[in-house]
Nanobody, 124 residues
C-alpha cells in the first residue's frame, strides 16, 4: 500500500510556472507506475502525465506536451510535475496517483492509490 500527498499548487499567471510534488509513503514506491491527473470544475478527471517505475518511459497528454515535465526520485519516494507556460485552461485540482501494474494506462480507473489533490489556478 502507498499513501500519497501532493503539494506545490497555487496561483500563477498565464505563461508562468509551478512545480508540483507528490510524496509517497511505503517501502514499495519504486514498483509503482506513477501518474498525474487533473480535474477542473464540472469536468471529468483527466490524464496529464505518467512515468514508469524506473523512470525509463514517460507519457503526456497532448494538451500538456512540451510544457509539463514529469520526473521521479525513487530514493526520496517522490514524483514531480514541472509545469511551464501555464494557461488558464490548466486550472484544476491536480492529483497524484499510483498504479500497481507493469503496463501503461491513462485511465483513472486503473490507478489504485490517490492523493487528495492540490489546486492550481492560472489567471489570464
Amino acid at each position: 500500500q502507498v499513501q500519497l500527498v501532493e503539494s506545490g499548487g497555487g496561483l500563477a499567471q498565464a505563461g508562468g510556472s509551478l512545480r508540483l510534488s507528490c510524496a509517497a509513503s511505503g517501502r514499495t514506491f519504486s514498483r509503482y507506475l506513477m501518474g498525474w491527473f487533473r480535474q477542473a470544475p464540472g469536468k471529468e478527471r483527466e490524464f496529464v502525465a505518467a512515468i514508469t517505475s524506473n523512470g525509463g518511459s514517460i507519457r503526456y497528454a497532448d494538451s500538456v506536451k512540451g510544457r509539463f515535465t514529469i520526473s521521479r526520485d525513487n530514493a526520496k519516494n517522490a514524483i514531480l510535475l514541472q509545469m511551464n507556460s501555464l494557461k488558464p485552461e490548466d486550472t484544476a485540482l491536480y492529483y497524484c496517483a499510483a498504479r500497481d501494474a507493469l503496463t501503461w494506462s491513462t485511465l483513472k480507473e486503473n490507478y489504485k492509490y490517490w492523493g487528495q489533490g492540490t489546486q492550481v489556478t492560472v489567471s489570464s
